[in-house]
């Protein structure tokens, strides 16, 4: 997963996968990237939020600090969150239209 604005700022890169200890970070003490683990991997509503929480807002704190940011997701079901469920009062979500 990843992100980029109109400015070229680039979100770090985010990694989904099926296990808690992947064995392509074994030999690194650290884990170089965010990453999260899923049964099946597949990127749902649960994977969107730890993204937001975890990875996106973090980033716009530290580049941009709490200011107001607009997020154009796609209309992908998993996308489609609560504003009870967001990270800030400032994060707001503009759905594409579909097709």
Request: net charge positive; aromatic share 12%; with cysteine.
């Amino acid at each position: 997963m990843g992100c980029t604005n109109a400015a070229g700022e680039k979100v770090t890169l985010a990694m989904v996968g099926k296990y808690k200890k992947a064995n392509c970070f074994s030999l690194c003490k650290k884990i170089p990237i965010p990453y999260t683990n899923k049964k099946n991997t597949w990127f749902d509503k649960t994977v969107f939020k730890w993204w937001i929480r975890e990875v996106f807002w973090p980033h716009h704190l530290k580049e941009k600090g709490d200011v107001p940011c607009i997020l154009l997701p796609d209309n992908f079901s998993a996308h489609k969150i609560k504003d009870s469920e967001k990270s800030s009062k400032n994060l707001h979500f503009l759905m594409l239209p579909p097709n």
